[in-house]
């Protein structure tokens, strides 16, 4: 009873205290007011309990009473605990009844109540050594799937907003990648200094590919426009054949020289005007015969292109809503486009007149999809899936990867091997046939700290490095693999 007139005497301060508050502060009235009303709910339900036990207490004194000492003996001390259990499921009036009959109740409330218990601990420890068993079976089959050894062995930074594409150079350690803030970089792998800047766009650039045999480089903007320019790069840092004294005295010289970045703003080719895209380019590539280029946009039309004229040959229309990505056959007059219609289309140019082919699988936006060997496409989504497909059966899915997370701008190496960035920082590797690789480490100090947007693997490794990595952490990362032999 003390504590229930403590409890009030708070009852009532609160409620002088809301009483109180000035007609200028009604949020914090309301909050009184509602915490008087909760307290007293409590205050409720704490003398209900109350009563409750004193009750119980009083019943079970009656019964012990009314129990002889052999029968008390016999039930060995459990009834007042048996009767404890019951009190809140059997009615007051019960309680009155002969000893007989409440003896005989409590028994079978015992045994119910142990069956229960028993079956409830008994699936508990089912469900526990089940739980144990999984874990012990992925760390077992952890143990047993090769090893795949990966580090990043080579970081590159320097520009001043995401990094939307990265891609690496057939023969040259050089890698190119495209910025949100507006310029393309050429990075030297060997040097992880930036060699080359194009500034030429005047939009985010949003893909960069290189030509394979030229020192050309293809790159989109959201300015609307596709440009390609001269990759020439300048290998060497700035040295001087000076004496040990002059080079102390131009140390601060040298420093300017090794920072100091070539840039240049004029492209040898821009693809814009009439019949152009009046939207956002959001990719481009080059056709195997290297004379033509395939360019996607937000206007959801992709247009091929004539390098040399820089005029359009022809549009390419059909989806519904704005295009993600294209990408082109390396050895066939192919194209597939991506688009947030959930689908993605393959467009043939062997012929004269161009064949296209939908591809229907997906349940969100496909955000890229890239051809692989074997007369296979490779599609992935933002519904968290990648999808291996068959040139020549459209219908259905070869294989279908399901993961944790949005699938940006993935890549497949020339054995195979899709490396697969993730709006979740990660970067996961599968072969074609579905099964899962490893996924690579990321840690504090290692990996991205934002959405990974693009993956890049080298024909040949470049200085150690196989498979490149950028996002919007403003970071490029070179990255060493070793794949399992069978791989």
Partial sequence: MKASKTRAVRLTSLTEDVAGVPEDAPFRARLHILFAQIEREFE????????????????TTAKESLIPPEARSAAGGSLSTQASSTALATPATQVDEGAGSFLAAASSTHKSLKAKLSSATGGSKAKASNKIKAQTSRIVSSFKA??????????????????????????????????????????????????????????SVNSIKFHQQRDLVLTGSGDGTAHIWQAAVN???PKKGHSSEEELDDSDEQVEDRDRVDTLRTPLCEFTGPGG?????????????????????????????????????????????????????????????ASRDTTFRLWDFRESIPVVSVFQGHTETVTSSVFARDDKVVSGS????????????????????????????????????IAIPHDNRQIRLFDLNGQRIARLPRTSRQGHRRMVSSVAWAEEPLLDCDLFSCGFDRRVFGWSIVLPKDN
Wanted: proline residues 3%; hydrophobic residues 40%; glycine residues 8%.
């Fill in 44 to 59: 409720q339900l704490y003398l209900e309990n109350q009563a409750l036990q004193e009750k119980l207490d009083i019943a």
């Fill in 146 to 203: 090769p090893t795949v050894v990966s580090t990043v062995v080579r970081e590159f930074g320097g520009h001043k907003d995401g990094i939307w594409q990265v891609a690496a150079k057939a023969g040259q350690p050089i890698i190119g990648t495209a910025s949100a803030d507006h310029t393309a970089c050429i990075w030297g792998v060997e040097s992880a200094r930036c060699l080359l800047q194009y500034q030429g766009h005047a939009g």
């Fill in 235 to 237: 290998w060497e840092v």
């Fill in 277 to 337: 895209h009046l939207s956002v380019v959001v990719a481009a590539d080059w056709l195997s015969s290297m004379d033509q280029i395939i360019t996607g946009s937000w206007d959801r039309t992709a247009i091929l292109w004539d390098v040399e004229s820089g005029q359009p040959l022809q549009p390419l229309t059909g989806h519904d809503h704005e295009l993600t990505h294209v990408s082109a056959h390396p050895t066939q007059r192919l194209v597939v486009t």
């Fill in 382 to 417: 933002d519904d968290r899936t990648i999808k291996v497909w068959e040139l020549r059966n459209m219908r259905s899915a070869l294989a279908t990867i399901r993961t944790d997370s949005s699938v940006n701008r993935l890549a497949v190496s020339t054995g195979g091997i």
